[in-house]
């Protein structure tokens, strides 16, 4: 993680922070910022409210974990999203073991 | 044009009618509300829900759509192959004390409990039968009397099986392979199963899971004697000024078409078959036609379903090697001390990783960041899942109703489904789910847990049953005990909505032998 470039879009840096990359792909390498826009109408917002850029990664893993205890229902959605689009995606199935043994298929 | 028959329904039971109907040299015109898709060229996205995509509901989101007592609802897709274009494909044959419930265990207070008016006998020969029209694999069936063998050999067991046998072993449970409507080596001019790991919700890529869409349909067609209209919904039952049924009134391309024939097939699912016959009403049967009795829409039943996870010491599933379900017992289907019923025990489907994500990780297991990521790591290959369909004990009060206020596309009211599981049902469910786990602690579990409720709620798509209960005396059901509706020699249901019970298995190959002895039944009159 720390051999990472800094995240410039909020956005990026909360997906680096949910599924963060290490030997294999992270959320923010997906290109999921478009989905999760439009299915989350309040996805800016809480973007806004965590300031993500001003903060340690330890202060943003913080930050999360006070939504989490709160169960803020944008979190909550974002949370269940951005993992449901990384593992639909066949790019995070190899680090699992998971195969479809389908010819031509991942 | 009047035809001999009209099926209402192109699913599993529609299908099954259809093809033998016309296999009989009899005209007929076969309605689904739903569109027909190839399922060799459907679409793999994990994502929900692949299946509703697929099947042709053209956005009409209220077509399908069944609302509960707490205001919640569930649209469902419809189409040619119904739920099999997708399904599970375990094919069960119920065990005979399935059809004699209230006689091995009386009727609970506030239930409807009963006995069929037909035993398992009646019906083994029409069991053998949809195995072999449909195409189904397996070994044996330890529980019940055969006549013949599988079509086709059992899948090979894997990994997690041979674990699992083991530990049933230990339990003092016996141990077999499930029965699954997959082509173990090619049949009926299609191909063997891939062994690949998208099944359950998947269309099959190669079309080795039969389904209504490929094997009975397709054979209804090839006589050349059968009509399908995709996208037309059966809006009514005609009648005639005598009351007897005359044909079914449908709408397709916004038109209003009303087909005539001499005999009526409805095959529409426990829900919308139900639905149908009560908004068909005139004043002969002011309350929905075959509700002579007010049992109609009532006994409203499926499967609570409780489940138990547990984590192996080693990667079981590596190669992981679906569809997945290749052990069961039948161990426990009844005498379980002081409840009613039980159920067959089996593992389940392989799960993509979004399914795993979902519900698979143990409890405690943080929801994101790299600790959640190196658990979908750790314990995908490791957690083995096992599951059993417990038969709810129905009461009148479980029901489909008409909803007050909430209309589909064509102004028809929709499903309302009013009630809750009956207490003994969830009393039966607890001793099942404390047994999953045994099962996976002596297997070697590591750690078990069990999904954390079981509700309390009517299924509102998977395994319904029982709303056009099936009676010898016309005053305690709706059909009597070849389908037909009581005081409408012309007028047949074809699907779950004719069971008593719900076995505790899952339903599709009773479904569909109840249809071919139905279809039979429909033939031999017609003649």
Redesign the interface.
Known sequence: ?TNLPPAVDPLDALLR????S?E?VGANELGMGEELRRRLPHLDRLLEQLDFQTLSPVEQ?AS?SRL?RQSEPTFEAL??L????Y??NPA??Q????????PG?P | VTYDVIVVGAGLGGGAAAASIAEAGRRVLLLDQGGASSAANAP????DPPAAALMGLDGDAFRGRRIHADGSARTLPAGVGGGTFTWGMQAWRFHPDDFRMASRYGTPEGSSLADWPISYDDLEPWYLRAETELGVSGDQTPYAARSGPFPLRAIERGAVGTWLAEGARTLGWSTFTPPLAVNTTPYAGRPAC?????CLGFTC?VDAKNGSHNTFVPRALATGLVTLRTHAQATQICTDSAGRVTGVEYVADRHRVTASSHTVVVAGGAIETARLLLFTTSRHHPDGIGNHSDNLGRHLQSHTYPVALGILPT?V??????PGVDIATTSLIHGNAGVIGGAMMANDFVK???T???IALPPGTA????E??QA??DL??RTVDVRAPVQEVPTPDNRVALHPSARDPLGLPVASLPGIVHPETLRTAEVIQQRLTDWLSASGAERTWTLPQLSRGLSDWFHQAGTCRMSADPADGVVDPFGRVHGHDNLFIADGSTNVTNGGFNPALTILALALRTANQVVNQLQ
């Open positions: 993680v922070r949910l599924i963060p290490d294999s893993d999360l989490e949370v269940a951005v993992h449901e689009l593992y639909a995070s199935w680090s699992i073991g998971y195969t479809t043994r389908i298929r | 793999r996205d994990h994502l891939l062994r690949c790991n998208e890529p990667n599933h590596n190669p992981n090697r679906g993509t990783p979004l795993h994500w979902r929801r994101w960041g790299l959640n990521k979908m790591r995908y290959l």
